[in-house]
């Protein structure tokens, strides 16, 4: 009797199964037609009737529902094409009536978000339909929804535009399974990446995209728009020799499509890379092309990229003045922008919580006061936000006429030393060669002794002189404001009185030093304290070497000046002169100084200073 009953409840499972399974395949090709009726007539509704028959017929052969209520739905929708803003009035009735036709409610929805995005630009209604789609995905699957991957397209698309480049590139790839045409996702994901600066992953996903629009043998506007993101992508990591084509070609097919906005997206980078070519015409007909581009399409948010571009094109042709003025544009196109998609993404996480507590209490009041509530803090944090907001605006602004200010008083400082420099250099430079030449001429004739020992004094001081003047000269030189030309200067200052004094002399520096910007002062005062403790070696320790080791370690200049001489007792030479001027300007540049030595042992000088 039992093995009987449980005979008889298998094959009432295996029925079951069985009328389940055609019974969802039977919905899953009747929400097809419904989807490709919607599709096909969004525009057209002078067929309205035709379209009432054709599905009253398919009620008929089905007996499926679902094809009167979409009926229904149609007449309905076709009322909203008058006036594009009563779509939205539909938005509740189709909610509440349609909870048991999720493909329904998904075409609806996905309609009120392409109206308000595209058409009314209502983002925040757009939004709110997406998230509305985003749920019914979740709830009911792939399996029931039968245009699933579209709508994972769209709200991938959506979180591109809101700059939630995680959130869209989880939708495109969850919507990439089911798609018959993965084009539009392979290239959003592709973009995202771009935006997130990850530009292997993004090459990828493009050139994935590519190979669907070849596949797939799609219009050449869609090879080419994938080309020209891979050309964005070369473009920002610098490879402008790889970039220029692919861009040109985007451009070239977006002129002749007439997409105005995706011509504008390919000639921004385009001027960029004229400019660093210097081809400064192209880039100007070009950058001007952008705009009436831009003004065209209504893309206003692409100024964003244009006015950095138009302001290095002023710079480079030295109107700075232009240039400034796109700098202050550029500022304004951004904080724009910013605070668009930085709303909207408020706004959306309300959207969701409001949506999300609706689902789980069911308690209209309770939710209304919480919208309310939480509305009320939006508006305080909006209002918080745009006061930080204008005081960091107001600071910028001050700071930026204070940099101004400081960048003028520095190139006045600057023309000022080159104009000393070559003074210094023509004039007393000259002056005092020929005091030495001069005194040199009579030495070599006959002389008194008297007047030989007086000679010889005025070409030693003349020279001496001179020496001291060309320290000065290349302490005040702009040119020198390098530490590969301070570097020079310590090693032929070094090699040179050394070679005199016949001592060898080893110069050992570091290559990472060598392009490190540093101020005059520091300058000078380095080289002077390199330049007595070199004396002090030569002239006191009586060695047969001396080594200088140069080195950059945790953000400081290390010096070690070091001889193999006959040492000294450092507490009583110390005590006794103190190496004074040393200590003084160590202490000018809060650089660590200290001298190591012990007779017979050599000498060590140790200098630490920050790089300035």
């Known amino acids: 009797m039992n093995h009987l009953v449980r005979s008889l409840l298998i094959l009432f499972l295996f029925f079951a199964k069985s009328s389940f399974s055609y019974g969802q395949n039977a919905s899953i090709a009747n929400g097809r037609i419904m989807d490709s009726v919607f599709v096909h007539n969004l525009n057209l509704s002078t067929k309205i009737q035709e379209i009432n028959d ?173 080309q020209g993101n891979i050309g ?69 948010e692409r100024l964003e990229k244009y006015f950095p571009i138009k302001a290095m094109y002023y710079e480079e042709i030295r109107d700075f003045k232009r240039s400034l003025s796109y700098r202050d544009s550029s500022l304004k196109a951004y904080k724009y922008n910013d605070s668009v998609y930085n709303g909207l993404l408020v706004l959306r996480v309300q959207q969701r919580a409001d949506l999300t507590k609706i689902e789980r209490e069911k308690l209209k009041l309770q939710n209304y006061q919480e919208v309310i509530k939480i509305q009320f803090i939006a508006i305080g944090v909006v209002v918080v936000l745009l006061g930080i907001g204008y005081y960091l605006y107001r600071n910028y602004l001050y700071r930026l006429q204070r940099n101004r200010q400081r960048i003028d008083e520095l190139k006045r400082l600057l023309n000022l030393r080159q104009r000393l420099s070559a003074d210094m250099h023509d004039d007393i430079g000259s002056s005092l060669s020929s005091i030495s030449l001069y005194s040199h001429s009579l030495l070599m004739q006959p002389q008194s002794p008297e007047q030989k020992y007086v000679l010889t004094k005025i070409k030693e001081n003349a020279q001496y002189i001179q020496e001291q003047v060309n320290d000065i000269i290349w302490s005040v030189n702009p040119e020198m404001d390098v530490m590969k030309e301070l570097v020079a200067r310590m090693r032929k200052f070094g090699a040179e009185i050394t070679e005199s004094a016949n001592i060898a002399f080893i110069f050992d520096c570091t290559e990472e030093i060598m392009d490190l910007e540093i101020e005059m002062a520091w300058r000078r005062n380095l080289f002077l304290m390199y330049k007595e403790a070199i004396h002090n070696a030569i002239k006191y320790s009586q060695a047969e070497e001396i080594k200088v080791e140069l080195k950059f370690q945790s953000g400081k200049l290390n010096i070690q000046i070091a001889d193999n001489g006959i040492g000294f007792d450092t507490d009583k030479i110390i005590k006794g002169n103190g190496l004074k001027n040393l200590q003084a300007r160590a202490k000018i540049m809060d650089a660590f100084f200290q001298v190591e030595s012990k007779r017979n042992k050599g000498t060590k000088v140790i200098i630490k200073s920050p790089i300035r």
């Open 54 to 226: 054709f599905l009253d017929h398919k009620f008929q052969s089905t007996n499926d529902s679902e094809f009167l209520v979409f009926s229904k739905f149609m007449n309905s929708y076709y009322k909203t094409k008058v006036d594009p803003q009563e779509i939205n009035n539909l938005k509740d009735y189709v909610f509440q009536e349609y909870k048991a036709y999720p493909n329904l409610q998904a075409r609806f929805f996905n309609q009120i978000a392409y109206t308000n995005f595209v058409g009314i630009q209502n983002f925040e209604r757009a939004f709110d339909a997406y998230m509305l789609i985003e749920d019914i995905l979740s709830q009911n699957g792939p399996t029931i929804i039968t245009r699933y991957s579209y709508y994972c397209s769209q709200i991938s698309s959506a979180y591109y535009k809101f700059k939630d480049y995680k959130r869209a590139i989880h939708f495109g790839k969850m919507g990439l399974k089911y798609a018959e045409n993965k084009w539009d996702m392979f290239n959003t994901i592709g973009l995202c990446y771009t935006a997130l600066n990850q530009l292997d992953s993004s090459n990828f996903y493009l050139n994935k995209a590519v190979e669907e629009a070849k596949k797939l043998n799609l219009p050449k506007i869609n090879h080419t728009i994938s």
């Open 232 to 300: 964005i992508n070369y473009y920002h990591a610098g490879k402008f020799e790889l970039a220029y084509p692919l861009l040109m070609i985007d451009f070239k097919e977006a002129q002749k499509f007439q997409d105005w906005g995706l011509a504008a997206g390919s000639s921004i980078p385009l001027s960029h890379i004229y400019i660093k070519q210097k081809k400064y015409k192209k880039a100007d007909s070009l950058l001007n092309l952008t705009r009436e581009y831009i003004q065209k399409s209504k893309q206003f």
